[in-house]
């Protein structure tokens, strides 16, 4: 059974750092990329980052470039995404999910591409 479970989140203030971590179970990671994505109440979900199967290439929406860096640690099961120098409009409910083979650089970002999601965790980014 495929599981991925999110943890890291909270509520800090702007500037503020947050690492969130993904363990994934059920399935080869090796085989897979690793992507977040956010949802805030009212707005769909956006794609945050994606890591390709190596951890050698990586993608960012515009928003987080310069503050957000994604990695994996393929022996421990687990992805990782650093937030720093955090901002408000970076608050909502951050989304964990996989799918085979590539990231690609034109769809990474597109929900439907992805086979599992996560729970989600809460960032909370006060002024």
């Known amino acids: 059974q495929v599981q991925l479970v999110e943890s890291g989140g909270g509520k800090v203030q702007a500037g503020g750092s947050l690492r969130l971590s993904c363990v994934a179970s059920?399935?080869?990671?090796?085989?897979?990329?690793i992507g977040w994505f956010r949802q805030v109440p009212g707005k769909e979900r956006e794609g945050v980052s994606c890591i390709s199967v190596a951890g050698t290439t990586s993608f960012y929406v515009d928003s987080v470039k310069g503050r957000f860096t994604i990695s994996r640690d393929n022996a421990k099961r687990t992805v990782y995404l650093q937030m720093n120098n955090l901002r408000p409009e970076d608050t909502g409910v951050y989304y964990c999910?996989?799918?085979?083979?590539?990231?690609?650089?034109?769809?990474?970002?597109?929900?439907?591409?992805?086979?599992?999601w996560g729970q989600g965790t809460q960032v909370t980014v006060s002024p």
């Open positions: 999910v996989t799918k085979p083979r590539a990231c690609e650089q034109r769809r990474w970002f597109q929900l439907a591409g992805y086979s599992y």
């Open positions: 059920g399935f080869t990671l090796e085989n897979n990329v």
